[in-house]
Every structure is written in structure tokens, then in C-alpha cells.
């Protein structure tokens, strides 16, 4: 199977190929390769421990695309090869990824021809970069993992060629200094980090798609400090931020491009607390999509890709607290709900079984699985109509407004751990970061 390099730079936030993900019914296991994906059905592959992103790509070039899982809690990467009939199985042994693998992409890096895998760190502020020998073996490339001076620590990764000469580059957030650094690539390999300032906390996923037209990827931020949404893109030789900015109704924390609606314009999704945003592009910039933003109880991962067929990509998020995605399909909006594992949050849609509709693959870090979840499942069930807009109750500590006291946790002790760091580092601290002054 072909790649189409172009549409991974004009829309993908993450992946080569367009990716969403989805959790299994707890006892649907696969433990050897089946002949076919089931009709209607959800499988289920053991992966490492605390599975987090996951990545889609044919990485042995055999023309069937295989499945990279990063495995936060035992510091490697699962590969699940393609062996036809929408089926995957279990390569070889883990493969080392650094401290912490929080997030993962794919792409050709060195420009020989195969797809290699960027891993970002978590707890750190490096970028582990694994090259292909073009049969799916990898190892580490010279220099790696690659220093950002991300601070305190990187969250995930969004990659592109973001400078417009042909190689890939990296990009990070840097939540403490309110900047975003890119590690731009070239022949010989990551050089020296660029440092864009760009006048909010980014935290904590960024997006990659081309917004500003220019036919070169940008980098799409969450301002979680200030509520908006803003992209970084090519000035000269250099970087700066683009002139607009969306301002969202909720604190954004993941933010992904594609084209939803189906007008060949890359349009915005912002992952907000509790809800999700759609920002449609046109020819004045962006704006809201109808209802939009849309309540989706303590959303925190989205994934965009075709999962019915018809040529427009559907939108799915995955919740902290729960069993189920919700599956919001393109142009429409109508909503269905598909039953998963437990915390669903590292999403991708990639056809598997080549009928051009995308399969759910969601990794499930409280069970250490990765479920995929067949077109028809995910399309053929009951639709439950278009989501409500998004009630904005404040949070506070107790969980009030929120989706669950989990949730709001997780955000205390990031925020929290931003300021010890700062402190550590010898900076002023004037005022808390607005997530955590949310939350006291």
C-alpha cells in the first residue's frame, strides 16, 4: 500500500496514516493471528506496560500497514506487524524507547526510503529518534535521544516538515517557558533546537496540519494558559506565529487538524476539558461548527481518519473515565458512542483491511492492551444524535464541572509539579499556572 506523503503533510497532526483509536470489551483477547478482522467485532493484543500513543505505518514496506505502541511504564515500544486480512501480530521482542514512551510517530527521517519512529519522553525533555533498517529492526540514531530543553518535560510530539526543505522536524512543547521547539532535520541528522515564543502555556498535545495555507505544515498549540488555540508557521528562514488565534470556551489540551467537512480545507479539533470544539477553515479564517463546542465527558485524546467510507474524515475522542468513544462523523456531526476498555486514550484510525473504511485502534493503559475495533462495528451502531453544546461550569478540586476527581488530579499534579520545577530552576514564580489555580 502506497502512502500518500502530501496528505500526511497537509493534514496529519501525528501519523502517516489517518489514525483514531478505540478500547476493547474487557475479555476480547487475541492471543495468535486470526484469518480476518471479525465482522462487527473488537480484538484485543497484549501489548507493555501502561500503553499510551500509538502509530500506524508500513514499516517493513510489504504493503500492509503495521501498529507502533508506546509503553509508558516499562520504557519500550510494541510493533505489531500486518499480516494481511486486517490482521496484526506481535513482531518481535520490545523494543528500548528511553524513559517513559508517552508518545509516538513515524516517518521517513533520513530520507532512505523507510519509515523510521520518533518517541517523545515523558518525565524528560528528550526525543528518542529509532532508525529502520527497511525490515522493521530498529536502532537508535546517532545522537539519540535528542535534548529539546523542553520545561519542565514533553507531553508528546507533533512532526512535519515544518521549515519547507524537505526533511522532517520535531516539535515540542515547553509549557514553563511558554514556547514551542522544534528539532529541525536535515542530512545530517536533528541539529540545534529552535526556540518559537508563543505568549501562552502550550500544554499538552500539539497538532501538525497545514492551516495557514502555504502548503508547508504549522504547528497547532494549545494555549492552555489562556484558552486559544494558535499556530506556529514558516517566516523566512525561521519561525513565528501565525497573525490569528481561536479562543476556545474551555482549557484546550490537544489539538488536531484535518479535513472534517469535506471542502479540501484543513480544519481544527481542539480536545477541551470535558468537551470538543470543531473549528472549520474557510476563506476568513475559522470558525465554530454548529453546536460546537460539543460535551464529551472528560475528553482528553482525539484521532481524525474516514471510518464509514464516504471521503470525509470522522473525528474520535477517547475519555480519562470511561469505556467508550465517542465517534463524531464528518460534515454532519452526527454522534455515535462505541463501547471500549477502560481509559481509551491513545487513539488511531488506519484501514487495516484495506475495504477504505478505517478500523479504531485504542490503546488501554489500565488493562496494557491495544484494541481495534472493525469499520462496521464502529459505524453500524445505533447513533445517538448530535452531542449537546458543552454547559462551562467551573472546576474546582472537588470535581464540580468536571468529569471526575481522577481527572482533575492529573491537572493539579501537572501544574503543580510546572511550578517545583520553575522554583528548582532559581525562576519567580508570580502567579499560578491557571490550571492549577482552577483546581484550589
Same mark, same amino acid.
Given at each position: 500500500? #502506497?502512502?500518500?506523503?502530501?496528505?500526511?503533510?497537509? &493534514?496529519?497532526?501525528?501519523?502517516?496514516?489517518?489514525?483514531?483509536?478505540?478500547?476493547?470489551?474487557?475479555? =476480547?483477547?487475541?492471543?495468535?493471528?486470526? +484469518?480476518?478482522?471479525?465482522?462487527?467485532?473488537?480484538?484485543?493484543?497484549? *501489548?507493555?506496560?501502561?500503553?499510551?500513543?500509538?502509530?500506524?505505518?508500513?514499516?517493513?514496506? @510489504? /504493503?500492509?500497514? !503495521?501498529?507502533?505502541?508506546?509503553?509508558?511504564? !516499562?520504557?519500550?515500544?510494541?510493533?505489531?506487524?500486518?499480516?494481511?486480512?486486517?490482521? $496484526?501480530?506481535?513482531?518481535?521482542?520490545?523494543?528500548?524507547? /528511553?524513559?517513559?514512551?508517552?508518545?509516538?510517530?513515524?516517518?521517513?527521517?533520513?530520507?532512505?526510503?523507510? *519509515?523510521?519512529?520518533?518517541?517523545?519522553?515523558?518525565?524528560?525533555?528528550?526525543?528518542?529518534?529509532?532508525?529502520?533498517?527497511?525490515?522493521?529492526?530498529?536502532?537508535?540514531?546517532?545522537?539519540?535521544?535528542?535534548?529539546?530543553?523542553?520545561?519542565?518535560?514533553?507531553?508528546?510530539?507533533?512532526?512535519?516538515?515544518?521549515?519547507?526543505?524537505?526533511? $522532517?522536524?520535531?516539535?515540542?512543547?515547553?509549557?514553563?517557558?511558554?514556547?514551542?521547539?522544534?528539532?529541525?532535520?536535515?542530512?545530517?541528522? &536533528?541539529?540545534?533546537?529552535?526556540?518559537?515564543?508563543?505568549?501562552?502555556?502550550?500544554? +499538552?498535545?500539539?497538532?501538525?496540519?497545514?492551516?495557514?495555507?502555504?502548503?508547508?505544515? @504549522?504547528?497547532?498549540?494549545?494555549?492552555?494558559?489562556?484558552?486559544?488555540?494558535?499556530?506556529?508557521?514558516?517566516?523566512?528562514?525561521?519561525?513565528?506565529? =501565525?497573525?490569528?488565534? $481561536?479562543?476556545?470556551?474551555?482549557?484546550?489540551?490537544?489539538?488536531?487538524?484535518?479535513?472534517?467537512?469535506? !471542502?479540501?480545507?484543513?480544519?481544527?479539533?481542539?480536545?477541551?476539558?470535558?468537551?470538543?470544539?470543531?473549528?472549520?477553515?474557510?476563506?476568513?479564517?475559522?470558525?465554530?461548527?454548529?453546536?460546537?463546542?460539543?460535551?464529551? #465527558?472528560?475528553?482528553?485524546?482525539?484521532?481524525?481518519?474516514?471510518?464509514?467510507?464516504?471521503? $470525509?474524515?470522522?473525528? *474520535?475522542?477517547?475519555?480519562?473515565?470511561?469505556?467508550?468513544?465517542?465517534?463524531?462523523?464528518?460534515?454532519?456531526?452526527?454522534?455515535?458512542?462505541?463501547?471500549?476498555?477502560?481509559?481509551?486514550?491513545?487513539?488511531?484510525?488506519?484501514?487495516?483491511?484495506?475495504?477504505?473504511?478505517?478500523?479504531?485502534?485504542?490503546?488501554?493503559?489500565?488493562?496494557?492492551?491495544?484494541?481495534?475495533?472493525?469499520?462496521?462495528?464502529?459505524?453500524?451502531?445505533?447513533?445517538?444524535?448530535?452531542?449537546?453544546?458543552?454547559?462551562?461550569?467551573?472546576?474546582?478540586?472537588?470535581?464540580?464541572?468536571?468529569?471526575?476527581?481522577?481527572?482533575?488530579?492529573?491537572?493539579?499534579?501537572?501544574?503543580?509539579?510546572?511550578?517545583?520545577?520553575?522554583?528548582?530552576?532559581?525562576?519567580?514564580?508570580?502567579?499560578?499556572?491557571?490550571?492549577?489555580?482552577?483546581?484550589?
Amino acid at each position: 500500500m #502506497a502512502l500518500d506523503v502530501n496528505h500526511f503533510f497537509t &493534514f496529519s497532526t501525528r501519523r502517516l496514516s489517518v489514525v483514531a483509536s478505540v478500547a476493547a470489551l474487557a475479555g =476480547a483477547s487475541c492471543s495468535g493471528p486470526a +484469518s480476518a478482522l471479525p465482522a462487527g467485532g473488537i480484538v484485543s493484543y497484549d *501489548v507493555g506496560l501502561r500503553p499510551r500513543e500509538v502509530a500506524v505505518a508500513d514499516l517493513d514496506a @510489504d /504493503g500492509r500497514l !503495521d501498529v507502533v505502541v508506546a509503553n509508558s511504564g !516499562d520504557g519500550t515500544i510494541t510493533v505489531l506487524a500486518g499480516i494481511g486480512g486486517g490482521q $496484526i501480530r506481535r513482531a518481535s521482542a520490545a523494543i528500548a524507547a /528511553g524513559r517513559e514512551p508517552a508518545d509516538v510517530d513515524a516517518a521517513d527521517i533520513d530520507k532512505d526510503g523507510d *519509515v523510521d519512529l520518533m518517541v517523545a519522553n515523558h518525565e524528560t525533555s528528550r526525543i528518542t529518534v529509532l532508525l529502520n533498517n527497511g525490515k522493521a529492526r530498529f536502532t537508535p540514531a546517532t545522537g539519540s535521544p535528542f535534548e529539546t530543553g523542553a520545561r519542565p518535560h514533553v507531553h508528546g510530539l507533533a512532526t512535519g516538515d515544518f521549515d519547507g526543505d524537505g526533511w $522532517i522536524d520535531v516539535s515540542v512543547e515547553s509549557a514553563d517557558t511558554k514556547e514551542v521547539r522544534v528539532l529541525r532535520g536535515s542530512q545530517q541528522g &536533528f541539529g540545534a533546537v529552535t526556540v518559537i515564543p508563543v505568549g501562552t502555556m502550550p500544554y +499538552s498535545r500539539l497538532g501538525s496540519a497545514d492551516v495557514t495555507g502555504d502548503g508547508h505544515a @504549522d504547528v497547532l498549540v494549545p494555549g492552555h494558559g489562556d484558552n486559544t488555540v494558535r499556530a506556529v508557521q514558516r517566516q523566512g528562514t525561521g519561525f513565528a506565529p =501565525a497573525t490569528w488565534t $481561536i479562543r476556545t470556551s474551555g482549557q484546550p489540551w490537544m489539538v488536531v487538524g484535518d479535513d472534517v467537512n469535506g !471542502d479540501e480545507r484543513a480544519d481544527i479539533v481542539v480536545v477541551e476539558t470535558d468537551a470538543v470544539s470543531i473549528w472549520l477553515g474557510g476563506l476568513d479564517g475559522f470558525s465554530a461548527a454548529p453546536g460546537s463546542p460539543l460535551a464529551v #465527558a472528560g475528553a482528553t485524546e482525539a484521532a481524525t481518519g474516514d471510518i464509514d467510507g464516504d471521503g $470525509i474524515a470522522d473525528t *474520535v475522542i477517547g475519555p480519562w473515565d470511561g469505556d467508550e468513544v465517542t465517534v463524531i462523523a464528518g460534515k454532519t456531526l452526527a454522534v455515535r458512542r462505541v463501547r471500549a476498555c477502560e481509559r481509551p486514550v491513545g487513539l488511531s484510525v488506519a484501514d487495516l483491511d484495506g475495504d477504505r473504511r478505517g478500523e479504531i485502534l485504542a490503546t488501554c493503559p489500565t488493562q496494557n492492551r491495544l484494541v481495534v475495533v472493525t469499520s462496521s462495528q464502529s459505524v453500524d451502531r445505533e447513533s445517538r444524535g448530535v452531542l449537546r453544546t458543552a454547559a462551562r461550569t467551573p472546576c474546582n478540586f472537588l470535581g464540580s464541572g468536571c468529569s471526575s476527581l481522577l481527572f482533575q488530579l492529573h491537572s493539579f499534579a501537572e501544574s503543580l509539579l510546572q511550578i517545583v520545577s520553575a522554583i528548582l530552576d532559581g525562576a519567580e514564580v508570580s502567579s499560578l499556572p491557571r490550571s492549577l489555580d482552577q483546581n484550589i
